[in-house]
C-alpha cells in the first residue's frame, strides 16, 4: 500500500491550501484515513480523521477552519485548510488504517509528507 499526498506548498495567513492523499496498492476496504501534522522541534499530532461513512474527528483547536474528506471509490482524503494561521507551519502526513488477514488486524500505513508553510 502507498499514501501518495499532494497539495503543501507556501501560503499567506488568512489563506487557504487543499491537501490530497491518494492510497494504492492491495487494498479492499480503508477503515479510516486521516491527517497528522508535524511541526519543527515538536510531536506529531492528529489533525482530522474520517471513517468510511464519513464520520469526522477534529483536533479542537483546528475545528471551524480545517474539513476533511474522502472518496472511498476512489481511496482519497482530502483537507481543506482555511483561515490559514502561521502555527499551521508543518509537515502534513496522510494515514490510513487498513484491515488485514482472516480477523481484520487493522495496520497504518503513512505517506510521505508534504510540507505547509505559512508567513505572516
Known amino acids: 500500500v502507498q499514501l501518495q499526498a499532494s497539495g503543501g506548498g507556501f501560503v499567506q495567513a488568512g489563506g487557504s491550501l487543499r491537501l490530497s492523499c491518494a492510497a494504492s496498492?492491495?487494498?479492499?476496504?480503508?477503515?479510516?484515513m486521516g491527517w497528522y501534522r508535524q511541526a519543527p522541534g515538536k510531536q506529531r499530532e492528529l489533525v482530522a480523521s474520517?471513517?468510511?461513512?464519513?464520520?469526522?474527528n477534529y483536533a479542537d483547536s483546528l475545528k471551524g477552519r480545517f474539513t476533511i474528506s474522502r472518496d472511498n471509490a476512489k481511496n482519497t482524503v482530502h483537507l481543506q485548510m482555511n483561515n490559514i494561521k502561521p502555527e499551521d507551519t508543518a509537515t502534513y502526513y496522510c494515514?490510513?488504517?487498513?484491515?488485514?488477514?482472516?480477523?481484520?488486524?487493522?495496520?497504518?500505513?503513512w505517506g510521505q509528507g508534504t510540507q505547509v508553510t505559512v508567513s505572516s
Open positions: 494515514n490510513a488504517v487498513i484491515p488485514r488477514g482472516p480477523y481484520g488486524t487493522e495496520y497504518e500505513y
Open positions: 474520517i471513517i468510511s461513512d464519513g464520520s469526522a
Open positions: 496498492g492491495s487494498i479492499f476496504v480503508i477503515n479510516a
